[in-house]
């Protein structure tokens, strides 16, 4: 090495706590504060613990730009699982981006209650409307191996990101099917044990789509009163299910008599609704009757 020459030491500037200290100061929460830090830093969001015995450890400058942009982002709404892209759902990391909805906790409903009715270790046809990110396609694929399950979704985009989940996340001998379509279009002379669906069922007009606004509004919005999808789907689904097949459908907060109501005039029976864990009516299901 001659004398012109130095060695380049990457610049450390912040800590631990005072990046922590930082996002608080956004009125960012702790617990996203902290996922984004351990995002930045190369980390497992399991490392939380990390984070508190390193309070003093500085960051690089590479790091600190990355995690100073990504509280920016947070700051103005968008959303933590795209800023890390995954979000846990049922025990299995999904990814996610904006090309899809964020999976909600209130979701795992519809997969205990479908696990319920479908018998372990026997195979049924399971069809998963609307799979988005294909968190209950492949959520019960998972945890029934068993299954046939087939899932559908129309828009192009959420159907790559439902096909690298399935691929990242379950072997490659599962018994999953992915199909680009609408709603029932792509199993047209099919029929199955059971039929679930998370459709968009948030009214045009709700004032809760502006702190959704940087999520997909077609995988939200159905209609004027939230219901559109959830009509076609009731309408249609009787004749793409065996006798004494179920279909599972999460709704609004404040739709549930209605869907109800749908359910039992296209000939349901055992028409019943359950509440997420915040007491909220969350999903309502029916049965086919025998013929």
């Excluded at 959520?139 to 979704?153: G, S």
Aim: proline share 5%.
């Amino acid at each position: 090495m001659n004398d012109t020459q130095t060695t380049s030491l990457p610049e450390q500037v912040m800590n631990v706590r005072q990046a922590l200290d930082a996002a608080r100061a956004m009125g960012i929460d702790q617990l996203d504060a902290q996922l984004l830090l351990l995002f930045a830093l190369g980390r497992s969001s399991r490392e939380r613990a990390w984070l508190l015995a390193h309070d003093e450890d500085t960051m690089l400058k590479d790091e600190q730009n990355q995690y100073m942009a990504l509280l920016q982002r947070r700051a103005i709404g968008v959303p933590l699982a795209y800023l890390t892209g995954e979000k846990e759902f049922y025990g299995l990391n999904f990814s996610v981006d904006r090309r899809v909805l964020v999976p909600r906790p209130e979701t795992e409903l519809l997969v205990d209650w479908a696990l319920q009715l479908l018998p372990a270790n026997l195979s049924a046809r399971v069809l998963d409307l609307g799979t988005g990110s294909g968190i209950l396609a492949v959520t019960l694929q998972h945890e029934r191996p068993e299954l046939e399950v087939t899932a559908v979704d129309a828009c192009q985009e959420a159907f790559t990101v439902a096909t690298l989940n399935s691929n990242e996340l379950l072997p490659p001998e599962s018994h999953i099917r992915l199909l680009l379509g609408d709603w029932f279009a792509p199993v047209a002379n099919e029929k199955f044990d059971l039929i679930v669906s998370n459709p968009p069922y948030v009214a045009a007009g709700d004032v809760h789509l502006q702190a959704l606004s940087h999520e997909p509004q077609h995988a939200l919005v159905s209609g004027d009163d939230g219901l559109d999808d959830i009509r076609r789907i009731i309408a249609q689904a009787a004749t793409h299910l065996l006798p004494q097949g179920w279909l599972l459908l999460e709704h609004g907060y404040d739709q549930a008599e209605k869907v109800q109501t749908l359910l039992e005039s296209a000939g349901f029976q055992n028409v019943e609704t359950r509440k997420d864990l915040a007491g909220q009516n969350r999903a309502t299901g029916g049965q086919l009757p025998k013929p």
